[in-house]
């Protein structure tokens, strides 16, 4: 029993817990007692895997993914022993994945994805669901991620075992890789220098060959150094290029110098192969919308809080009935407006200075710098859950849909007065906080004629269709304030198409 | 004479001294007494140019960029008297640039570009040469700007007449266009009606015809609400898809939901002319590289503070050597490297947590917010220093540089307990400020035989060059620190191509 403070394991023992499972899923055959870590012996030990691994693991020919797996695994054992480079080697999830596609392949003569049967290892900042992600910190041992870096997920659908997490400096933020968990990793073509940092343990894996493929990220340097220091290949992309939501760090939400996941490899064929993989995969949902082809196109009737006035519904209706005309399929879309108008006026009124009549907070604090981190996140998980529902548009082995169609305010230009009585943003804003583009297409102006007001009760519309009862004081307004004598001629009416471009 | 306090001339002042100022430059033919604004009276002002404007101003043929300025402009006057729409008519510059493009035209048979003479207009936020960009405030009254927008800068090369800043809410903080230089702006459908906000000056005036395509903004729904009020087109793209650079905005720093430059027009055509345009020109200076076409690569020697060590310049020499024998042209390269560092550290610091053995900061208060969001914005100084530098190495007909060479680190992998003493890492985090990606390659391993020390005084290599004498102690440290018996073998020689990928 560890001994504790407050319930909680002293730091020096979760670290030796730690260090006692890292290798612990590996099956003991890979395992050779001999090899020890050292920090003074020069000499270069790229010989030694040689020396273990049998004609079969080192031989080039086809392979089963469970003996490709068996190859690296054993080696990356080695390497572990020699290098301390290894976080976490969970080899049973490993096993089970590399024998489902040698099934998969076998029973239908295809391989599920570009990257089928390659084991990847990945800088312990990327979460894998069923390892502990530290980012060279203790305090995230023994809470088992629940989710994949979204780089992983990517990786995994095109077929590869994720099969080592490596070591790195605290936090990313060191040249070197050393840590409270494991203390030193080497290089491994002489223990005395350094790895380089922070992804140190991913430039001694590879460049140990006890990895094809390793993914790393880099805010000052961090897949560059150890690149360089073990003469492999390294791509630091353009930021953003590169998925790097669900990656562990130190500073998240700080927006000003980004972390970029980016590949390591022996080899440029490798970094291309891994570049053009996730950035086939779309990740930032860019979907050039082909000419003729039929769409999917999602409709925002109403966000459930405020009702859009008549002319405005009436105008949603005329280009829905335009677009499936033309051939193009609708499907109901949602979005959390509510929150995206939380989360808007939170920022604006961040500093506290943002008075410009957005005066809905009691609070006028301004956040500090860490608060307004953690907002950045909450922001940026807005945005993933966006994406998410986005994603899920696809259906019934149809594609995701286009673009979506939504009103852009829920009532007509307001007459002088009236702004602040009717203003709700909540439709405009919801798609800032994600970044999406956003046309606003004119449809026509109010008719007293066609756009008629609803029933003084608001619970039916002219025709005597029902309508959802006011959900709030601001939602009657908007629905009150709509009179189509005044409004006669007024071009507030025109909806926007959300578009994917 | 304005009556003063402390030497400033009292808001209310400078506010009717802007307003006496807008149409000050516009032909006084073009101003008409009788027309007046009003928030009350609710017929449609859209009839009212016809009356005003000659034959030729409204017939459709072709015309002279001066002929259309004219139009515009008389137009745009007949829009401020009305709906007062505009903070600056700069009828002087417009006229000038005009002339010129007629004579461009006359003289060479072409156009200048695409926009040749199109008049265009822009949200107040829009800096351009000659004018004061407000914003809607009155405190940058009587700085004129000294430099374009980008935006602006790119719409001018293409050939466009930037003849109108309009109207907008104080700080884009507002659905409706108010603020203390001109009070409010109205609908032209309906002069009772808001035209929105926060463009709500492009959005009348563009609804009034008085102006063919606007440059506008939106971080919460400022294209897409006056776009509605007016029945526009507009287009809020993408986040980062349309240069933001030099326009004023208030939060500025503040990277969380970021606004975003956007037009807006009658028709869909415009707004799809201007999008391809400002995109073509890639302001995100990419370039696809095209194989077999000869390159111009940037080499950095050295940034003038840390010399790399000899296996390090060998190395370059030899990746420079081979892409000159392959055909492609080598051009010097330099980057501040030193701002990098200082940047990149006042980042990584400004929490005061980021203690990783950064401690290079006396000061450990972490940054107020607003202090963060100023640092944000010296970074995007910097990003754009570099972006500029880079357009710069275009010369005497040549394009600008394809990608550049650099060391990754002035020293190889050091050995443990060596790194705080040759720790440098300006060569690589000068990248990650400008978002640029960066790959690294292997060239080779430290040879003894090939990469000798230089020489003990520092003053020349093994060969007898002369090498610059050190700059600083950590400069000479690095340099004494290489010894090719103890780093033979050591891959730490790669360099990296910063490509524009």
Known sequence: MASTLNGISLWEERAQDKRRRILSQVPSEFIH????HSLEDVSSVQDIPSKYLSPTELATKIYSAVEVLNAFTHRAAIAHRLLHCCLDVPYHASLVRAKE???YLEKTGNTIGPLHGLPISVKDQCRLIGTETTCGSIYPLGNPDTDDAVVVKILKDAGAVIFAKTSLSIGCMWGETVNNILGRACNPFNRTFSCGGSSGGEGALIGFHASPLGISSDLGGSVRSPSAYQGLCGLRPTSGRIPYYRMLNSMEG?????????????????VELFTKIVVDTRPWMLDPITSGRKLRIGVLEWDDICLPQPPIRNALKIVAKALKAAG?????WKLDTNRAVELVLRVMCEVGRATYGVGLRSRWRPNTLLESWDLSMECLDFRASVLKQWHETARDGLPEMDAFLAPVNPAVAPRHGDYSKVRYFAYTASVNIPRLPRLTIPVGFVDPKMDLADETSLTKDAEGNPLPPPTCERDETIRRKFDPETYKGNAGDATGGGEKI
């Open 33 to 36: 007692q001999e090899l020890t």
């Open 101 to 103: 596609l040698d099934e």
């Open 328 to 332: 193009h399929e609708l499907v109901p």
């Open 254 to 270: 700080q927006q000003t110098i980004l972390s970029v996941a980016g590949p390591m490899a022996t080899t440029a064929e490798a």
